[in-house]
């Protein structure tokens, strides 16, 4: 009966220990406890990349506008200041600017980009590059092994520009130019790399 009687109160210690574990399970689910470190970071990622469509007075790194408001909202006076639509860079977007690690292959012109009343202003429409993209511009990570003229690229309406037909740079790839870490075998002289139409330039059989 005496040891019936002691092995009660451990028994009763053990289950209050347990209630007071799963106590504190729950209330850290329940978002009582504040968490930190890792959770902290992921909480600062959503809020930046919650800035996408929203109107601001600065354009934050990392992300490009497709249309300006001029208004008071980002004045600091009597005038008129840009206010700016924010967009995270994405494939296939046209914005106002271009943003890194991306190229354009149009540019257009409108009011959505524009700080002047009346006055149109360029807008780009963003690419990610691609092997065998025909953009407005190169890229350090790619070649290209022809050049074309279209007025797609040009920043003047109607005035035809230069479009580079991009490839990654391989083995055997007959290339505008020789990127870094390769060198060439051969060479020869055409048309297709030529920044003036109808004039010869040097094109290069890639070895590395």
């Not at 600062?44 to 109107?55: E, F, K, R, V, Y």
């Not at 006055?119 to 025909?134: E, Q």
């Not at 050049?147 to 391989?170: D, E, M, N, W």
């Amino acid at each position: 009966m005496s040891t019936a009687r002691t092995a009660r109160p451990a028994r009763s210690g053990r289950a209050r220990l347990l209630l007071t574990a799963l106590a504190a399970v729950a209330l850290l689910l329940s978002g009582g406890v504040t968490a930190t470190g890792a959770g902290a970071t992921t909480t600062s990622t959503a809020t930046l990349d919650g800035l996408d469509g929203a109107w601001a007075c600065t354009v934050p790194a990392g992300y490009v506008y497709d249309q300006v408001s001029m208004n008071r909202t980002c004045s600091s006076g009597s005038w008129d200041a840009p206010q700016f639509h924010l967009r995270t860079p994405l494939d296939g977007l046209t914005a106002c600017t271009g943003a890194p690690g991306f190229v354009h292959d149009a540019i257009t012109w409108g009011s959505a980009c524009s700080q002047q009343p009346g006055v149109s202003a360029n807008a780009y429409h963003l690419r990610t590059p691609v092997d065998g993209l025909t953009a407005c511009m190169g890229t350090p990570a790619f070649t290209y092994d022809r050049i074309t003229y279209t007025s797609a690229c040009s920043l003047q309406p109607g005035v035809q520009a230069t479009t580079f037909h991009l490839r990654k740079p391989a083995n055997g790839l007959w290339a505008c130019t020789v990127p870094s870490g390769f060198t060439y075998s051969t060479s020869t002289r055409n048309t297709d790399c030529s920044y003036t139409q109808g004039v010869p330039s040097t094109k290069y059989l890639l070895l590395g």
